[in-house]
């Protein structure tokens, strides 16, 4: 029994066992570190600048390339242009910049965001602060500000709209609920392709208007589409306007052919549900942004097979132009 239990040892017990905790850890980033970079080809913030911005453009005067200048302590490369006086790294003007934790701590953030784990959670499971958890929340929210807006549904659309409470005290939270689509609810008119592409926008308060539909959804949906919907009234002016196909079911949850019709973007609206639930106490201000990212890491899910989701979300936080500021 002894000698079972001797094979199976770890190896390094002993060494971890003589670590101070600052040494355990710097060993446990280290070691993350190295796991990263077998993982996505980067283990730090200075090598994933290295590969996703190699020659960024001067922030100030939008020229480049820049003149090196030597290095950030963590290793982030530093550059000056000498014709307008700036001085930078190659994390300035991305969400990243400012950021003191190693990468492999943002990676961890980014991995439970993609399965919209709640802000303490995060917060235990990184090891970072409940305002540094907030902060790169904001950080995301930052980097996929209007990233819906280039995103159109071709073919066959599926539109609808799912509804959530709104907690603003101004429009009636805390009071009796009213009943039906009431203004104390939020519309979200949310969209879908055969192609799986999502679109989820805010829409108002209660049941939508035409003019809402229009400028919530008018610019998702190409011309010649088949647009796929339960007859509402304010998707006529999507079919007019956008030229499109118009398929139409009656909303009966107990007619088979509508259930089967509209199970794609029924589905979708019952996820985005699911997802706003597990965000207690979410400002309402900030809703389309949590749409935004749900969208975001949506479509890096569904392309995980070709693109490893952590490579493609640090790519897009260091290649997109935006700040965040506390």
Known sequence: MGHAAMKHANP??????????GELDLLSDAVEEHRLREEVGFGTLAEAAELYRPSPRCPRC??????????????????????CGAR????????????????????????LALFAVPLDACAEM????????????????????????????????????????DTDLSHGYGQARKRGLSKQKVCIAVGIDARKEPVAVVCGHGKPSSARIRRAMGAHVAKGATLVH?????????????????????????????????ALVNNLCSWIKRYLWRFTGMDPKNLQSYLNLYVYLF?????????????RVVRHLLMTDATFRS
């Open 299 to 311: 479509r890096v899910k569904r392309g995980g097979e070709r693109w490893p989701k952590v490579a």
């Open 62 to 83: 939008g020229s480049g390339p820049a003149w090196g200048d030597g290095f950030e302590p963590s290793g982030v490369r530093r550059w000056r242009r000498p014709s």
């Open 88 to 111: 930078f790294t190659s994390l300035t003007g991305t969400v990243l910049e400012g950021c003191r934790k190693p990468l492999a701590t943002w990676v961890s953030f980014i991995r």
């Open 126 to 165: 990184c090891r970072i602060s409940h305002h540094t958890a907030w902060e790169w929340r904001h950080r995301l929210f930052a980097a996929v500000d209007g990233y819906q807006d280039r995103i159109v549904l071709r073919g066959r659309v599926w539109v609808d709209e799912t509804y959530v409470n």
């Open 12 to 21: 390094y017990a002993g060494l971890v066992g003589s670590l101070t905790p």
């Open 230 to 262: 339960d007859r509402e009234r304010a998707h006529n002016v999507l079919v007019r306007e956008n030229s499109l196909e118009d398929e139409s079911y009656k909303a009966d949850v107990r007619d088979p052919a509508y259930l089967e019709a509209m």
